[in-house]
């Protein structure tokens, strides 16, 4: 089992910039490909981005590409996203998650509970 702990989450005016952080427990980090998704309120759970065990790939979906960062630092087990040029519409529950196989959306094997970025305009 992999054990995911997301922070970072807040009230940011648009325009402004938010990292989010995920922090993994329970089995060795490197191993896993880690991706963020979010679930805006009435919309269904989006990909977002993904990274692989070795930062050597990344991938963005189109609305976010250029504003957006994801990376990773194995040594303490934590995936990032930053995220500048927010915008209102990027107001969501932002997921972590976890899986051996790099994908460019669903299905991850382990969530973590999500945090909740607001975007005010």
């Known amino acids: 089992q992999v054990q995911l702990v997301e922070s970072g989450g807040g009230l940011v005016q648009a325009g402004g910039s938010q990292r989010l952080s995920c922090v993994a427990s329970g089995r060795t980090f490197s191993d896993y490909c880690m991706a963020w998704f979010r679930q805006g309120p009435g919309k269904e759970r989006e990909f977002v981005a993904a990274i692989s065990w070795n930062s050597g790939q990344t991938y963005y979906v189109d609305s976010i590409k250029g504003r957006f960062t994801i990376s990773r630092d194995n040594a303490k087990n934590t995936a990032y996203l930053q995220m500048n040029s927010l915008k209102p519409e990027d107001t969501a529950v932002y997921y972590c998650?976890?899986?051996?196989?790099?994908?460019?959306?669903?299905?991850?094997?382990?969530w973590g509970q999500g945090t909740q970025v607001t975007v005010s305009s």
């Open positions: 998650a976890a899986d051996i196989v790099f994908r460019f959306g669903p299905p991850y094997t382990y």
